[in-house]
């Protein structure tokens, strides 16, 4: 498996989505790659089916890592948001103490 290195940059809020878009549409690009090389076999017990299980597991382990890549991202934005929302909404107690 090739190595990989874990790098970070910015982005636009307003740019999120379509960065987000582009990405998953590339992991489901992946999945439907390896769905249509995947074939039907009529024997379980053979040498050819174990390479295409390595295969198929290199590449689900792939895919695996760009999901988790997106999750990190969405996850991201949603904590950027609720962080807005809450300096936003003044909490029961500072409302309170305003008022004292």
Same mark, same amino acid.
């Given at each position: 498996?090739?190595?990989?290195?874990? !790098?970070?940059?910015?982005?636009?809020?307003?740019?999120?989505?379509?960065?987000?878009?582009?990405?998953?549409? %590339?992991?489901? %690009?992946?999945?439907? !790659?390896?769905?249509?090389?995947?074939?039907?076999?009529?024997?379980?017990?053979?040498?050819?089916?174990?390479?295409?299980?390595?295969?198929?597991? /290199?590449? /689900?382990?792939?895919?695996? !890592?760009?999901?988790?890549?997106?999750?990190?991202?969405? %996850?991201?934005?949603?904590?950027? %948001?609720?962080?807005?929302?809450?300096?936003?909404?003044?909490?029961?107690?500072?409302?309170?103490?305003?008022?004292?």
């Amino acid at each position: 498996m090739p190595q990989r290195v874990n !790098i970070q940059y910015s982005v636009e809020v307003d740019t999120l989505q379509e960065t987000v878009d582009y990405l998953y549409d %590339k992991v489901l %690009k992946r999945v439907s !790659i390896l769905e249509q090389s995947m074939v039907e076999t009529s024997s379980f017990l053979d040498v050819a089916l174990i390479d295409e299980i390595d295969e198929a597991r /290199l590449e /689900l382990a792939q895919i695996d !890592i760009q999901l988790a890549d997106l999750d990190r991202i969405v %996850k991201g934005y949603v904590s950027l %948001k609720s962080g807005v929302i809450e300096e936003q909404e003044p909490s029961d107690e500072n409302v309170a103490a305003e008022q004292s």
